[in-house]
């Protein structure tokens, strides 16, 4: 392991593990955030306290739940490198030596009174507010929204099927007239096979 780097695990990781997961473009961007800041350890000299010091820095600019899913892949892919890929790890599986930050309740604030119509009138004709106008319509996740492709939608039926929900289970949308309008005026504008033109 003396010339084995965090970095080196990462993109084996990336390469072979994140094509079969949910969400991979996501996890991607936290890859390169470890990457970033902890890629160049090598597993010789990869302490507890660098991990800590990773969370640490990470706490002053996201919340404790990004930091726990950038660590969760961190502690994710040592597992993978102990059991399956034959690479010993001298100090164990750091992640599970420190301690994780603790998340806040879940946020269960609703908007109110104009606070709908205020955000709707500052992103009005962007595709940030036709994203905002499909949430508020149809209580879809983020995640949901932006994985719509054309063939999802009937709008003879005024209706989405959602592929990649939470559970793995498709699940059937039923949208309002406004939800409607806002996918049909997408549709006549996307070439895209992606109905929503947003990155994730």
């Not at 932006?146 to 949208?175: C, F, H, M, Q, W």
Request: aromatic share 4%; with cysteine.
């Amino acid at each position: 392991t003396n010339h084995i780097t965090v970095v080196a695990l990462l993109t084996r990781y990336q390469k072979e593990v994140l094509p079969l997961l949910k969400g991979s473009k996501t996890e991607a961007y936290r890859i390169k955030t470890l990457t970033r800041l902890l890629g160049a350890h090598f597993l010789n000299d990869f302490k507890a306290s660098d991990v800590a010091g990773y969370r640490d820095q990470r706490l002053k600019t996201v919340s404790a739940a990004s930091v726990l899913r950038e660590l969760g892949i961190l502690r994710r892919t040592l597992n993978l490198a102990a059991k399956e890929w034959d690479i010993p790890l001298p100090s164990g599986n750091l992640v599970q030596q420190i301690t994780l930050p603790r998340t806040d309740p879940a946020r269960k604030r609703r908007l109110q009174g104009s606070e709908a119509e205020c955000l709707l009138a500052n992103t009005s004709n962007t595709p940030l507010g036709a994203a905002i106008n499909l949430a508020l319509e149809t209580a879809m996740r983020r995640s949901e929204l932006l994985s719509i492709r054309k063939s999802d939608i009937d709008l003879n039926l005024s209706a989405v099927s959602i592929k990649s929900t939470k559970n793995g289970e498709e699940r059937i949308v039923p949208l309002s007239s406004t939800a409607r309008a806002v996918l049909k005026q997408l549709l006549d504008k996307q070439a895209a096979s992606h109905v929503v033109p947003i990155h994730r």
